[in-house]
């Protein structure tokens, strides 16, 4: 099963409707998009506009395939899970976000093992196409909890307010 997400903050339509468009053109495979609050409502895939965090959560779970935005919260929970992700992001000239963040945040991700990005729709349906037939070798992993030295030089700032030098 495909699970595809474009977050909870803000629409994103091209990437719902590229989604959309795949899933019409692949009918034997399951897709189930979230959509956000969006425009474009999906006719070829079942999809919500919201969903309580638990359903979100066994969705990413049982998929074979993330595809997403690039949001930090998509790429974190994917990696904690080891979940192959498929990520595209919005770009402000599209008027998709205020910022290309996300398209930084893309670059920063480019090569991390069990992630492909993708810059635009011809690109996203390929490695749909692709990621199933060959899927990614899955990353390592992340921990859900910040590692203890972070925390602890967080709780020094706190406690002190010194800048803290590597």
């Not at 930084?104 to 690109?123: C, E, K, N, Q, S």
Request: hydrophobic share 45%.
């Amino acid at each position: 099963m495909i699970f595809a997400s474009v977050g909870s903050m803000l629409p994103f339509d091209r990437f719902v409707q590229a989604v959309d468009e795949w899933a019409a053109q692949n009918p034997q495979e399951e897709v189930f998009i979230q959509i956000g609050e969006g425009a474009y409502e999906p006719r070829h895939a079942p999809f919500v506009r919201m969903m309580p965090h638990q359903e979100y959560r066994r969705r990413l779970e049982e998929c074979t395939l993330f595809v997403a935005h690039v949001g930090m919260g998509s790429i974190l929970q994917g990696l904690e899970i080891r979940k192959q992700m498929l990520l595209m992001p919005r770009r402000a000239e599209l008027k998709e976000h205020t910022t290309d963040h996300q398209l930084h945040t893309a670059d920063r991700f480019r090569h991390t093992p069990g992630l492909m990005i993708v810059d635009d729709v011809p690109a996203l349906h390929a490695a749909m196409t692709r990621l199933l037939a060959e899927p990614l070798a899955p990353s390592e992993g992340i921990s859900p909890h910040a590692q203890p030295a972070l925390i602890a030089k967080v709780a020094d700032f706190l406690r002190t307010g010194r800048t803290i030098r590597n």
